[in-house]
């Protein structure tokens, strides 16, 4: 009785709006490992699924940037914990994805682990660090504290397929932002992976919404649209860049640059990705009886 | 006893002398005042139609040489000297502006026609608190929570408007230098002279050559500043139409940008509010500047069951603003800064009234030269009105009103603007309910229009990016 | 409650007779729920908003001819107050001359207002400005802290206007507002206005002793409802007399009144106003905030002593040129 049993296919989908859709294109496209070899056929997101995402992104922020920052630290820890209790999944799509040996593949799974950990203890500590009480010359208080700018569109790295990935998502959700991410265009199988673990995360639907498919194609729609406040350009190809930066002037959005050197994930990422995302609102008050 | 004609103010004009003003005036470069290459301009007094001065403006070669200048001083003398020097050519330049501070004002208010009272009582000092207070910075900046040696960007190209020409001219600066940046400056086309006197209080300072470089001109000197090559970051404050064409041009470029750009603010009044005091914020709010002001509150909302009352009681207390002279003490509201700018204001009044809104217009004097407008309140508006959506930067108040809190966020947040916004309201619960919904980068309670150097400045949304004053305003200097 | 009586301001020409109070004052003094409530639905008021209104208006600078004019009609609005317990009839008469003659130099002086005095000496200032036109205002109810029965501030209320007060300057129950029985303290300014017959009733309010602005503008507004003719900030005797920040709140109730009740009612700043300067601010105030109906001698007053002795110094100035000295003005 040693007969072969006959494996369950996934299909990867999009995650949009905590479901998990088809592109409503129809559309998909192989996606291989680092050597070449078929892996999966991944949906390819139009730029019709690029805007219910952005549908989907606005609708969860006033719940998910009004929710407590004790509420939103203990999402995202959740989030470490179901992917730790996924982790030889991760490492086994990471290797497939990246090319890495087990222990480098390991390593850069625990680091994505690890990262969820360390964003999830910014989400109450980032108004104490960033805020401030203003000392105005006369008989008012004033304090200034950081709100999340709103939705922002977020083009992920495209060699990193999940440290990567959660180190340019994370900062963006801690604060309240909710996020419309088009994932690494060839390596998106630990992304989508990594949506089932949002899915199940106690992550309200629409906070993170992830794209797979052509970057080219999706971050034009993105980068004009109206209703997306701020553009992470960490993954954009290289030769679309300014024209991107250009289309987000058209509504004033934030944009955060990709670096000029290829970004190690595996260092500790500072504040500066959270501080792209943030708004300082001050506020005044006069004192007295 | 009751002959009420005989109680008049008197005319308490600010000696114009004082501005020292002089026939002509050149840009500032490398530490001198020099011919521009470009087509000098004339500096107009909008309170008159008067020619104040000629002012030379610069052409390519001199935005150029200007930002070589600032290069040169960036990696010679300003970039390696110590924060603790550094602070203290920061806090003699406000100490000048104090010192300087009647000169500034009247001349302020000769060009810009703004109420000598205001240059007096904000503009100058406020630009001299900002000097101040930035200075202070300059050797602290390892505590400022951005690393422990956070790097200035090197040579910033700034342009500035014309409607707080020497404060925003500080704003700018002040918070550049003490970074350790070095600056070209643009101020605009109808304002250029108060920043020359900046710049030779710069002089007088003894600040290293080509440490802050000024540059008269148009649009096209801008957009020549920020689109060069040698500039590191461009800091812009003005309109959201220029502001998004330098974001535009700035595409590709590794420059850093901050900027403040347009409002229509929505000023939010409730029924338990202190009456009395909402009507002195709310006049306040849009007549403050002649209404040129990015965070006006332009949009009046009231909760209908005091909009009439509120409305009674606000047009009684705009009767009594003077409008006229800017160099008179007892002037509310002075000129608008441009026959093109008193243009723009009728047109989108004549806009309000042929939509439907109700005009009430102040029957004030006016004198006859000089651009005027007198201070104007629109009724019965809606949302879809040009006059609720559109910056007017004029003494042109929007009125409209809401029934529910949640209505009012709602009408409030209605704009792709989100500068500034006012509550008005006795219950404290309601103030902070309504500031954390109120998309604003300035929210003022039971106040409105206030400014201070450690507090935080700017926007969200289509009114710009980065913040001006305060510890998070160093962020935008600062290669962190 | 007891029901207030008409205020004899109504009188005055040109203003209208009052009719029934409108139904939402009508209710306010229906019983002490009503009156507290209606006191405490008042719009409140922005201590740094206020007090930033009172500095911009300080800032005003008026006409040269206006200034002879506020000068003048400064001089005819000011009650020129003697209150010490070392105060004679000879005192007294003394001051009836100097209001009756503020500069012997000059006889275009206008005369002031009136003379304010304790009950004991109204005689004596009744005596010495006769047939001056001079108002002779007493002081009452056991002035200035208040502190006695109803029975003794009515009888102490009648004394002074026996013997022929045509003002009474009465101070409420500053113990009793601050615990919130307002109908206790509207009962009295009813029944100490019964007591003054034709006399004008200025209620004191010790706008010192009230801390802030929200209680003077119920304390303004309770005095109103009662048919105080005027509203007074202060008794002299407590700091902070009168501020510009308080006559402010005070003028915004009178002209809320009118708005109300097409009545006018006036102000009397009393304490701390001592130079022409400040009489000159209060006036400004006076005029922006209130309106120009209320620059009159009818509807403002100021409680003062050395005052007048500025605003004829300054009076000189205008006229000469020249500043004037101390030697110039009689010390009366």
């Excluded at chain 1, 998909?28 to 490992?33: A, H, K, M, R």
């Excluded at chain 1, 932002?177 to 199940?200: D, G, Q």
């Excluded at chain 2, 409008?323 to 509310?332: E, F, H, Q, R």
């Excluded at chain 3, 009393?270 to 109906?293: C, S």
């Amino acid at each position: 009785m040693s007969e072969h049993r006959v494996a369950v296919a996934k299909t990867y989908k999009l995650y949009v709006g905590g479901a998990f859709p088809r592109s409503e294109s129809g559309r998909s496209y192989p996606v291989t490992d680092h050597a070449g070899a078929f892996l999966a056929n991944a949906a390819q997101a139009s730029r019709k699924d690029a805007r219910d995402a952005v549908v989907a992104a606005r609708k969860a922020f006033p719940g998910w940037s009004a929710a407590t920052a004790y509420n939103r630290g203990q999402v995202l820890y959740r989030v470490a914990e179901v992917l730790e209790g996924r982790r030889e999944q991760f490492v086994s799509e990471v290797r497939a994805a990246e090319g890495a040996g087990a222990d480098e593949a390991g390593a850069l799974v625990d680091a994505a682990i690890d990262r969820w950990v360390w964003y999830a203890g910014w989400t109450d500590k980032i108004a104490a660090v960033l805020g401030s009480s203003n000392p105005v010359a006369g008989p008012y208080f004033s304090f200034s504290t950081p709100e999340p700018t709103g939705v922002v569109a977020v083009l992920a790295p495209q060699d990193s397929s999940l440290l990567g990935l959660v180190s340019v998502v994370a900062p963006v959700i801690v604060s309240g932002n909710t996020a419309v991410v088009v994932t690494s265009e060839e390596r998106p199988l630990p992304a989508i992976t990594l949506s089932e673990v949002l899915a199940t995360s106690d992550l309200p639907g629409g906070v993170v919404n992830l794209l797979t498919g052509r970057t080219a194609e999706l971050a034009p729609w993105l980068a004009s649209h109206a209703d997306v406040n701020a553009l992470d350009l960490t993954g954009a190809p290289e030769e679309a860049r300014t024209d991107l930066e250009r289309a987000a002037a058209g509504t004033v959005k934030r944009v955060l640059r990709s670096p000029v050197t290829p970004e190690d994930w595996t260092r500790e990422p500072g504040t500066a990705r959270l501080r792209a995302h943030l708004e300082m609102k001050t506020v005044w008050h006069p004192t007295g009886v | 006893m009751t002959d009420h004609t005989v109680w008049d103010y008197a005319p308490a004009p600010e000696s114009r002398d004082l501005a020292n003003l002089k026939p002509a005036y050149r840009m500032f470069v490398d530490g001198e005042f020099v011919e521009g290459t470009g087509e000098p301009l004339k500096s107009i007094n909008p309170g008159t139609e008067e020619v104040l001065a000629e002012v030379s403006t610069a052409g390519p070669s001199d935005v150029d040489a200007a930002v070589r200048a600032a290069r040169r001083a960036h990696e010679g003398p300003w970039g390696s000297m110590r924060g603790s020097e550094r602070a203290k050519y920061v806090y003699r330049i406000a100490r000048l502006i104090q010192e300087r501070g009647r000169e500034l004002a009247v001349l302020e208010s000769l060009d810009n026609g703004k109420p000598i009272r205001e240059s007096r009582d904000v503009d100058v000092p406020t630009a001299a608190a900002h000097f101040f207070y930035h200075a202070g910075w300059a050797d602290k900046l390892s505590h400022a929570g951005f690393g422990p040696d956070p790097r200035p960007l090197g040579v910033a190209g700034q342009v500035v408007p014309w409607n707080f020409p020497l404060l925003m001219a500080a704003w700018k600066i002040a918070p550049a230098l003490a970074t350790g940046n070095t600056v070209v400056l643009k101020p605009a086309e109808t304002t250029p002279l108060s920043a020359l006197v900046l710049a030779e209080i710069v002089a007088q300072a003894e600040l290293p050559p080509g440490v802050v470089n000024v540059l008269p001109g148009a649009g096209d000197v801008g957009a020549a500043l920020v689109g060069h090559a040698g500039v590191d970051k461009v800091a812009f404050t003005g309109s959201t139409e220029v502001g998004k064409l330098i974001q535009g041009q700035l595409a590709g470029t590794r420059k850093k940008l901050t900027l403040e750009l347009g409002g229509k603010a929505a000023n939010v009044v409730f029924d338990d509010a202190p009456l009395d005091q909402a009507v002195e914020g709310i006049v306040n709010g849009i007549f403050f500047n002649q209404g040129h002001v990015c965070c006006a509150g332009s949009r009046l909302l009231v909760q209908e069951s005091v909009a009439e009352e509120l409305l009674e009681k606000l047009r009684r207390r705009v009767s009594t603003l003077r409008v006229g002279d800017p160099l008179d003490k007892n002037t509310d509201v002075g000129a608008i800064n441009s026959r093109e700018q008193l243009d723009k204001i009728r047109e989108l009044s004549a806009a309000g009234e042929a939509e439907g809104a109700e005009r009430w217009t102040s029957a004030c004097a006016l004198p006859d030269r000089g651009f005027y407008f007198a201070p104007t309140i629109f009724s019965d508006v809606h949302q879809s009105m040009r006059i609720a959506r559109e910056e007017i930067f004029g003494p042109v108040l929007s009125v409209l009103t809401f029934r529910t809190p949640d209505e009012a966020v709602a009408k409030a947040n209605n704009t792709p603007y989100g500068l500034s916004a006012g509550i008005w309201t006795e219950k404290g619960s309601r103030i902070l309910w309504m500031a954390q919904r109120m998309r604003a980068g300035v929210v003022w309670a039971n106040t409105f229009n206030r400014f201070d150097p450690s507090a935080p400045f700017g926007g969200y949304q289509e009114s710009g990016f980065g913040r001006e004053g305060g510890r998070a305003g160093l962020e935008a200097y600062l290669d962190v | 409650m007891v029901a207030p009586s008409t205020p004899s301001s109504a009188e005055a020409p040109g203003t209208p007779a009052p009719g029934p109070p409108p139904p939402a004052l009508a209710d306010a003094v229906r019983d002490d729920a009503s009156l507290r409530r209606f006191l405490h639905g008042l719009p409140g008021v922005d201590q740094v908003g206020v007090e930033g209104r009172s500095a911009a208006l300080a800032t005003r600078s008026i006409k040269r001819a206006s200034k002879m004019w506020a000068i003048d009609t400064a001089i005819s609005m000011v009650d020129l107050t003697t209150l010490e317990g070392a105060d004679t009839p000879g005192k007294v008469r003394t001051l009836a001359a100097k209001a009756r003659r503020p500069d012997p130099d000059q006889p275009d002086v206008p005369r002031v207002a009136a003379v304010c005095v304790y009950p004991d000496v109204v005689a004596a200032a009744v005596d010495g400005l006769a047939g001056t036109g001079v108002g002779v205002a007493s002081v009452a109810t056991a002035f200035p802290s208040g502190r006695s029965s109803l029975q003794v501030k009515l009888a102490d209320t009648r004394y002074a206007v026996e013997a022929g007060a045509t003002e009474i300057d009465m101070v409420i129950d500053r113990g009793a507002f601050l615990t919130g029985r307002y109908g206790q303290v509207f009962d009295e300014i009813v029944q100490i206005k019964h007591a003054c017959g034709d006399a004008h009733l200025k209620v004191i309010l010790e706008t010192g002793e009230l801390a802030t602005y929200d209680n003077v503008r119920r304390a303004s507004w309770l005095a109103l409802l009662a048919g105080g003719d005027f509203v007074k900030t202060s008794t002299g005797k407590v700091s902070p007399a009168a501020t510009l920040p308080v006559t402010q709140v005070m003028l915004q109730a009178v002209r809320d009144w009118r708005d109300l009740t097409g009545e006018l009612r006036g102000v009397k700043p009393a304490g701390g106003i001592r130079t022409t300067k400040d009489a000159v601010k209060h006036l400004v105030a006076v005029h922006e905030v209130a309106g120009p109906e209320w620059l009159t001698p009818r509807l403002f007053r100021f409680g003062a002593s050395s005052l007048l002795n500025d605003l004829l110094m300054q009076r000189r100035t205008q006229l000469t040129g020249h500043y004037s000295g101390p030697d110039y003005v009689t010390v009366d």
